[in-house]
Nanobody, 125 residues
Framework: LQLVESGGGLVQPGGSLRLSCAAS????????IGWFRQAPGKEREGVSC????????NYADSVKGRFTISRDNAKNTVYLQMDSLKPEDTAVYYC???????????????????WGQGTQVTVSS
């Protein structure tokens, strides 16, 4: 079971990036998927998540209105569209998966079983 993130990079403030989280070895549509980030010297924090069955979403207050999470079951991929990026969004971004067909996804780290290797996002002029 593997998750692979991609799409990170260097972007100017106000710019956009779209991160992808591709799964191999399992079908994402049975899993709650979360996006997390970790900046240097800080703890890993939840950014957004999407639930498996309902497709309901959840966002951290710091990214509401700027980030959008979505899933493409045909491609077995979850995306994080990040707009109006700020320097404080700079971090390594990770996706994570939790097998769950019933409960709404959460932004805490504990419940997630599978993690990707992360992709660096740097917002700087």
């Amino acid at each position: 079971l593997q998750l692979v993130e991609s799409g990170g990079g260097l972007v100017q403030p106000g710019g956009s990036l779209r991160l992808s989280c591709a799964a191999s070895g399992f079908t994402l549509n049975a899993y709650n998927i979360g996006w997390f980030r970790q900046a240097p010297g800080k703890e890993r924090e939840g950014v957004s998540c999407i639930s498996s069955s309902s497709g309901s979403t959840n966002y951290a207050d710091s990214v509401k209105g700027r980030f959008t999470i979505s899933r493409d079951n045909a491609k077995n991929t979850v995306y994080l569209q990040m707009d109006s990026l700020k320097p404080e969004d700079t971090a390594v971004y990770y996706c994570a998966a939790k097998l769950d067909l019933f409960r709404r996804c959460v932004l805490s780290i504990g419940p997630y079983d599978y993690w990707g290797q992360g992709t660096q996002v740097t917002v700087s002029s």
